[in-house]
Structure formats: structure tokens, C-alpha cells
């Protein structure tokens, strides 16, 4: 980028800033339709069993009960986004069976006057269960004996890849190491509860659905099909999300759906809501995981093998069974260069409550493991952990195995020079600090995570850019921004690339009926695949422009161009007309031509470039209650190029809660299937007196495929998190915690069994 | 359904309502007034959410019945700002950088204004232990809390003029 | 059916008299409310009156030459902030308030509130057992004296009756060489957080030589309960690093702690001698401190 930027690079402030900091934006629950009915969801209190009977005459006797909808009539909907792909696979995911799988999993829904009477009425519906007997725990679940938990079996769907020869690699190796490494069931707590769609099915058979799904277009083409509705019937329009981070990565389990089809039953819209406890209990989580790492260096620090089984648990449905797996094994693999790697995965369901999207996919589990391993690997051998990552990650010009896909940026030297220098790495190593019964450690880990889904799931992307008659312009895309301000961003890459002022653009919501085809909010993808095609469509439309401008100036198009709101011929500059002028004679005066000077841009990225990482953390450890406290934290980030920095500083250090979350504080405790802390006292997020003192750095590596070298950020911040807190607790205290969350009753007791 | 009737002022406005007796504040406030910009996130206190000012300090609405409001000066997030013009913590908050979702934002930035209305010079570890009881997802905290801070040094040399 | 809080009747009576009469009235379907922190939390679906206590002027601290007398319906972000209970032998008392919950909570709640919620978990009540806290009840026959220690029955069960109201907690005047020190154990990395187990502690030294001891437990038994045996050991005792390890080790002993969601019994068991230990210490410390 050799040209001065004027609008990307910089912290503009956010489209909807104003409407957020004065109460006004609306989200899912804050809105209301004429005439709207109220829905609730009965579950199921069983972790398995045949709903035999359902009885629901009583309930739709209630004077306030409008319609009641069973599991006969809806479909659940199961199986993997990816299997979006065919009719036939998208009826794959239609699910008509009595049976429940996990406790809280819906069995029928009813729509009232009010909430009181919707509520009153689920405890008339009589459900007659004949309870199956439950399996909870993934290995047990994937024993013959085990009882099946879908008709196909208990395993939802299993890969094995293997580069090179492992065993080989292994006899090549002179240390080998082998562990085993457990991870939780984090839950997304979004601010806003996993709820609210507004289900609006008209007489005229057109099904309009408010709702924060990170999916808009996708969800659109699975409701029509369930509904049994031609895709142009479905219209899906989003509001405001107070948070998504996964969670609302496609639909959200009985709501959309139910809403939906009890809507078509009334003839009036239908507004559901999720409580807390219900988000907690019964709406998707982090795959838990248990990994067995096997890996083979070499004594001057080279991996000569990698061999990687996984096993994730799905829960009692697995919308997500293949792409989160799929992206672990991604990410495992693609992180190190190894000539000999393995990776045998199996998503395996439980009866306990589904999982699926969860911020970085997988990756958070598999870094966990690996970057644990490389740890004890550079103390073993004696090697700084820092030259470790350095002498073994993929880097520029390194292609993924399992894709091709090369490398084309690379700032994972950057990332852990400049986080270990903020950080201090160096000095703080060689002093332990150690005061009464406190004890102080440091650790880091690397990570990479791949940005977007072009290689494993549907994912184009589009982008209309329309000009106005004074020059400015609307930006038309169907990203869905759950808080991460996508939509900023994306308008100023468009600005950027039209050489307008960041006054003149606006952008539209997400509505599919208006608003292209596009994958959504997930992967970290938006500013790169949202980008490409956003810059895309801003050049089409300055093409038009342009040629427009080289009939009416009558030079050929080649020598124009655009500054300052000037179009002009670069060979001889007086031969010019304004922008505005120009438009407005094509748009508005001109009564023979009258058209909308227009961009239009569509189709998946080129890549999946990957995002690099570093965090470097210092803990002290309580060596009387094997309390655990983070008292800093750097961290580093190559964003390809960060098109707006104070979001991609905002992306960092929320990650990081959210990470050290996952590290020390957070998971869903489910005993026999049953969710033991559903609340916020007994599922402890970090608050703002927790935070850690932290030092967030952004790398612009220049990614060749980004728009203006961009990559993604959202995902890769909390992926490190949990081994570089791990490997810190180890070198404080010697103890090593393979399983997440890193208790203080786990680590005083290994202390213990240390003595 | 047993009603009782209670005078309650919003934003400077006054309002006589019928509630129930086990009617929220929380649900007064966006069910009866219209007013959607206190939210509800787990309806027992402990994200925070549901913050409003009471008679000057920051109260969980979602904790408070509607009739102990009776009789009481109640401020949302809509009655901060003056016509047009935002208040200092808006503009701060708009400024850092320090809004993502916005789910949180009105009970952080009502918890705030409670602070500096009787704290204006408060330390970083005393704006963040006042945010203790607003859980928020998205930010890490770190920006708010400097919107907050700054808004502090604004107010304060408003106050100075 | 469904159970929801639907209470029908609401009060806000101008005095004692009244709000006895209305709670007697009711019985079981009554219930106070004061800051609604618990109340709204809990919901209880057979509460049909709510006796709302705010008019009966129960919110004052106040020094005399008997002790301190706090009103039940004070605010505890008051206590916390008092210079009376941050001082001297009291500073327990507003060390485990700072500890509660959060400063928005505590600008609800009151002391009353919290101590008739009767969590096994809470943390006033250990500070005002340590104290040697009275509590006077008010009912329709007149009010009644009991000291804290006999006001918990089991977990969430106070000692009151129906129609009967906590009005007022007296903290008796401490003598001038006593410490006292409040501890408590969360979950890591979170600074709200109900305890996994907490200590409050109050020595009385002269010279060293321990003339009393008070030593409370929270969350390891079904009410909050004082360690007596392990104060036995310190009493009469020169004070020492090896004394207050073995007095912890005692109160260790007396603790019956379950296991639940937040923490194992085991861990708990050993924690209370932790922290037993440090309050002791930091008792101690003041003990010495104020003498100078």
C-alpha cells in the first residue's frame, strides 16, 4: 500500500453508535407487531425417551392459547450446515421423530394472547414419555453396547486424513510425547439470551421472519423448505443482535421453526423468547473434546510426526457435527509443518444438550492441545517455547495439506516478537517472583486460525454499491453484524475504493428480500470474503461511472480518473466533469437515460488466508487454595490489515475475556445430562474488575487476496488463551493441567500430590 | 388480576399506571412506557442489563417491583441525553470506540452516571468495581471503562466552567 | 399448574404495629420486602401479601455508650461505608460487606434482608457472630432479644415466627484490645462470587496472651456456625503462629461442608483452615495494632 489511505486505517465511529448509546436501536425482543401472539416452548424433563403420546386438547382450550405445535408437525433440524448443499441434503436435515435427546429439548410449542397464558399452558399439554436409556459420556456413547441415540448411530460423522507416514515419522523422532487433553462445554452468554424471532406468515403465503441468525440467507432457504414454500416466499430480516458468537450460527434449536409454523397455524405473528436459564440449558455450546496428542521432535526441536484423535461431543443434535470437527482438524494440521501428520476425528452424540458454533470452531480446542504439548516439548529440549513456534509454524509461501491453499501472509514472527517484547518475556522468564503463598509464572502459545469457510462450507458473498445524484453511496450486503461492526467496516472499504468521504456512504440492514446472497457472520469472514467482494462491487460501480462519463467527455475510459470528486482525463486534465454532475445527468436529468449507476459483485474468496497469533500471559498461583489469578496478558494479532483499529482492538480484548473464560473460569456442569449452572453466579464470566491488565497489538501482514490486505480477527482472540494460561500455571507452580477449566481444587490437589 | 395504581416520573415525564403488584420496573419500563432501551438479560440481577437511576443511583430494575417505584425520579438511557445533544458518557462511549453489540451499553453507561454523579474523579480501579454488577460479552471492558474516565474529566471541566 | 409470584396484596405500613398485625395476618403467604434482592430472585410462588418496610424508619446506624445499633432496613452500602463499622474491633463488619455481591446489589439490599435470607453462604452474619450480634424481633406481643448464633435455624430458615420481624441488630461495644478480620474464598479470577467458604475472626489480646476468641464459619454446614472447640484453644494461650495454625485446624474439624455445583466438601474442609488461619492472623495483627 503505497498510497495514503483516507478511510481505511482509521477508528471511524460505527454506524449505529448513536442509535445503541441512546436506547433506540431495537433488538429481537424490543419489537413488537399489531396483533402479535406470544410463544413458549415445552421441553422435554428426560435426556431421552419417546414422546408416545402428546396430548395437547386441554392446552388448546385455554382461552388465551391460540395454537399448539408438536414434533410431529415441525421438523427438528439436525445434521451439518454444510449439508446445505442439495434438496436432498437440506431434507436430510428435516427431522420427524417423536424421540427427545436431551433434557430441555422441545417436544411442542404453544402461542398465546400473553406470555402468563402461554406459560400456563404448556403445563397442559400431557406429554406420555417412555424414557430410553441415556448415554452421556462421548466414549461410552461410542461403545457397541451403547444405547443409540439417532437412528444412524451414536457417531454423527468421523474423518481420518494422514499426510506422509506417522509411524515412519515417529521412528524418526528422538523424543516422542502423548497426551491426553480434555476441553469444556463453554457457553456463548451473549448479553441479548439466545431468542427472539418474530414469525410473521401472511395470508398471502409470504413467511417474514425477524430474527438474529448469523445466517439471513441460509436460514431463509431452510425455513422455505421446511414450510414447503419456494425460497422467494421467505423473508428474513434482522434487527439489532446483542451478541452471537456462534450462537446464532443458523437457526436456533426449535425457535425459528416453531415460530414459524405456529404462525402459519394462527395467521398472526408470533414473538418467541428464550429465558436465561433456557439459553444455558438448552440452546448450543462449545463442542467439548477429548484429544489424544502424539507428537515426535527431533532433539534440536523439529516435529517429525503428529498424530491427532479427536473425539466431540455433539449433544443430543449436531448442526455443526461436521464443520467443527472439519475445522480442527484445519487448524491442527495447518499450524506446524510436519511431514507426517494424522488427524482421526469423531463427532459423537450424547444425550446432553446440542452443541455447534462456538467463536473459532474447534480451534480453541485443538490449540489447546497442541500449544500444551509444545510447551512441555521446548522444556524437555531445553529450547525458548518462543524459538519452538518460530522453527515449526507454516509460514509465507507454505501450502495447507489438507486444501493447497498457500500462504500468502505471514506476521507470526512479528506477532511474537512484538507481544514477547511488550510483554517482557525475556526478563520475565529468569525471575520467579514468589511472595508468601503466592507464586508468579509466565507462558505463551501461537495459533493460527483460518479466515472464512471457503474450503469447507457454502460461502459467496455479495455486495451492490449504488450511487446517489450528489455522488454519495448505499452499500447493499447481507452481513450480518452481531457487534463486531462489520457493516462499518465493509463501508469503509467501499468508501476507500471509491475515493468518497467517509460522510458519503451509508449502509443497508439485513433484510434477504433486498440484501444478496451471503454466508454470513461467521469464520471471521466478512472483512476479508464481505471485503473482496464489497471492493468488487465499489469498482464495478466506479467502471460504470466511468464509462458513462468517457461517452459524455467522449475519451476513452482507460484515461480517466477519479480525485476529489473530479472525473478527468489524465492526459489532459481540463476535460473533466464533476461526479455529481455526471451522475446526476445519467440518474435524474437526462430524461432518455435515467438509470442507477451501479456495482454489483458476487462469488467466494480465493482463500482461506491464515490469521496468525501470539499471547504471552503471567499468572500467580495461590499455592495454599491453588487460586489462579491472570495479572497480564499481551497479545498479538495479524489482522492482514486492521481496516478499522479500534474494532480490531475491541475484538482483542473481549476475545481475551472470553478466553481466559474458558481457561479458568467458565463451562456448563451437566450432571446425568442435567444442566447444574444455569445462571451467571454458578457460570462465572469475567466482570470488569477480573480483567487482567492487557496490552493488545495489531500486525498488518498484507494479505495479497484481502481487500487492502485484510484479513479477519474475530475468532482467532480467544483461541490461544486456555494453553498460554496453562503453560503459565506450570511454570509457576510445576503443575500441569491437561483439562478445561483449570480449577483451584484441580490445581491444589496436583500441588499436593507434588510434595 | 390485582392492580394498584402508581405515579412514577421517567425521564422528567410523569406517568400514572396501573400495574400488578408483582409487575417489574424492568417491565413497566418497555411494556407499558415503550421504553426498549433497558434490557432484559437474566431477570436476577446479575448482568446488569436492566440498570436504570432511582432517585440518583444505579438500581437493577429487573429487582425492583413497580410499586416500590411509586412516587420516584426514575432515569433511563433515552432520558440522558438533552434534546440533541448527548451527554458526556454517550459522547465518550461513541468516541472510544466502546460499543459492539450495545446490549450491555445502557446499564453500563446508567451504572456510570450514578458513579460520576457522586464520584466526579474516580480512580480506574474505582470505575471498574462500579461496574462489577454489568456483565458485557463483547468489549472486554477495556474501552468503556476509558469512555467512562474521559467522560469523568469532561464533566469535571463542565462543572469547572 | 403453574406457580408464579402473583402476590395480590401489597402494604406500606407507618409502623410496627401495623406491619406486625398484617404479617401475623397473612402467616406463611406473607412475606417483607425491603430491597427485593432475595424476594425477586426466590419469586415464591405462595407469597399472596408483601409488607413492604421502607416507612418504618428502620434505616440508621448509631453509636452509644451500649454498642452499636443498626436498623435491619439500612442499606448495606451504608455499613460498608460507615466509619463507625470501619473502625476498631467493628471493621469486620464493613470488610465483609465490601465482599458482598456488588456495590449496585449493596445499594439495594439490606442488613436485614440478608441476614432473615439465612444462605448458609452469607457473609454479615459471621462478621456480626464474631461480635457477639443481638437481633430484636418485633412481633404483635411486644419484640424479643436473641443473640445471632440463635437466630439460623437450617439453610434458608431463620428462627422467626410468623407475624414476627427482624427490627434492629445490636453490636455490643468490643473491648478496645480486640482484632477482628473477615476472609473469604471465590472461585478464581472472579471478584463476585458468593463464598466457597468464608472466616470472620476476633481476638482479644492483652500482651499476647489471648483473653478471648471468636471464630465463625460460612458455607461448610447448613447455617453459619462459630468454631467453639478451636476457640477453646486459643483462650487463655499465648498467641503464636503455631497456636492459630492449630486453632485453624480445629475449626477445620468442626466444619461439615457438602459437596455442591461450586466446590467439593473435601476442598472446602481444608480451605476453612486456610482461612481460618489468615483472619487469625490478621486479627491478630489489629489486636496489636489498636493497643499501640
New interface residues.
Partial sequence: MKSELSVVGKSVTRFDAFDKVTGKAKYGIDLKMDNMLYAKLLRSPYPHAKAVKIDTTKAESHPRVRAVVTINEAPKVIGAVAMLMTEEGMKSLDMFDNVVRFIGDPVAAVAAEDEESAEEALSLIDVEYKQLPPVFDPLEALKETAPKIHKSGNIAFNVLKEFGNVDKGFRKADYILENRYTTSKQKHCAIEPFSTCIANYGLDGRLTVYSSSQRPHIIKRYLAGALGLPVNKVRIIKPHTGGAFGGRDYLIHGLEVMCSFLSRKTGRPVRMSFTREEDFEATEARHPFIIELKTGVTKEGILTAMSIKAVMDVGGYGPHAVGVLVNAMNNGIRLYRCPNQRFEGYSVYTNTSLCGAYRAYGNPQINFALESQMDMIAEKLGIDPVELRLKNYRGLGELDPITGDETRSDGMKECLRKASKKFGWNDKRTKRIAEGTKRRGVGMSCLSHNTGGRFSIPDPASAIVMFNTDGSVNLVTAAADDGQGNKTVLAQIAAEELGIGWEQISVSDTDTDVTPLDSGTHGSRQTYAGGIVVKKAAAEAKKALISAASEHLNVKPERLSIKDGVIYDTKNPATSIRVNNILRMLQYEDLSIGKQIIGVATGVAPSWPPIHGANFVEVEVDIETGEVRVVKLACAFDVGKAINPAHVEGQIIGGEATGIGYALTEGLIVKDGKVLNNNFTDYRLLRACDMPEIDAIIVESNEPTGAFGAKGVGEATNAGTAAAIANAIYDAVGVRVKELPITQERILKELHSLK | M?K?KIGISVNGKCYELDV???E?LLNVL?NKLG???????????????C?VNING????S????A??ADGKEIL???G??NGTK?HPL?EA??????????????GV?M?AKALLDCDPKPSE?T???????????????????KAILEAAKTMRGKHEK | MVSLFRPREYYRPKDLREATWLLSSFGRKARVIAGGTDLLVDKPPEVECLVDISNLNLGYIRKDKDGINIGAATLLGLIESSPILSSGPYIVVSEAVSMLATPTIRNMATIGGNICNASPAADMPLALMVLDATMKIAGLKGSRILPIGDFFQDVKKTILDDGELLVEIHIPVSSKNSGTAFQKLRHHQASVDLAIVNVATKLTCSDNLCEDARIALGAVAKTPIRAKKAEKLLIGKKIDTALMQRAAEAASEEAKPIDDVRASAEYRKKMVAVLARRALEASFKRCTTWQK
Avoid: M, W
Avoid at chain 2, 35 to 49: M, N, P, S, V, Y
Avoid at chain 2, 62 to 65: H, I, P, Q, V
Avoid at chain 2, 131 to 144: E, H, Q, S, V, W
Fill in positions: 390485582a394498584v400488578e403488584f408483582y417489574t418497555r421504553l426498549t432501551g433497558t434490557k432484559f438479560g437474566c431477570g436476577k440481577g446479575e448482568c446488569g442489563a440498570t443511583e444505579a438500581i437493577l429487573c429487582l425492583t417491583l410499586v416500590q433511563t438511557i433515552e440522558l441525553q448527548l454517550q462511549f461513541v468516541k472510544h470506540s466502546a460499543i459492539q453489540c450495545g446490549y450491555c451499553t445502557p453507561i451504572a480501579e470505575v471498574r468495581k462500579a461496574l462489577a454488577n454489568n456483565l458485557c460479552r463483547c468489549t472486554g471492558y477495556d474501552k468503556p471503562v
